[in-house]
């Protein structure tokens, strides 16, 4: 049974930083790409952010681009994303995803190419 577990979010001001953690279990966590979405208030679930199986092509909306920055660590089965500059416009809650294609080296931008979700983080930023 695939699980993520997203953690990190919280409330803080136009400028600060915080990192996301999204931790995995259920499946071979080294071999899939990974990706951050998110979802605000009466919008769609839109993508932020992605990194491929290798780690070694990344993806981001451009809406984040020289701000965030996502990262993995498969000696503990989590991925990152770290957000700096964080503004108003980024309120919204955080999921993290999986997709299930073996040791494909692509960092997928749609959300219908994951699999399984996270139950997401809640970060708000106040100005």
């Known amino acids: 049974q695939v699980q993520l577990v997203e953690s990190g979010g919280g409330l803080v001001q136009a400028g600060a930083s915080l990192r996301l953690s999204c931790a995995a279990s259920?499946?071979?966590?080294?071999?899939?790409?990974m990706g951050w979405f998110r979802q605000a208030p009466g919008k769609e679930r839109d993508f932020v952010a992605a990194i491929s199986w290798s780690g070694d092509r990344t993806n981001y909306a451009d809406s984040v681009k020289g701000r965030f920055t996502i990262s993995r660590d498969n000696a503990k089965n989590t991925v990152y994303l770290q957000m700096n500059s964080l503004k108003p416009e980024d309120t919204a809650v955080y999921y993290c995803a999986v997709r299930n294609s073996y040791r494909i080296n692509i960092a997928y931008t749609r959300r219908d190419e994951y699999t399984y979700w996270g139950q997401g983080t809640q970060v708000t930023v106040s100005s």
């Open positions: 259920g499946l071979a966590f080294s071999a899939y790409a």
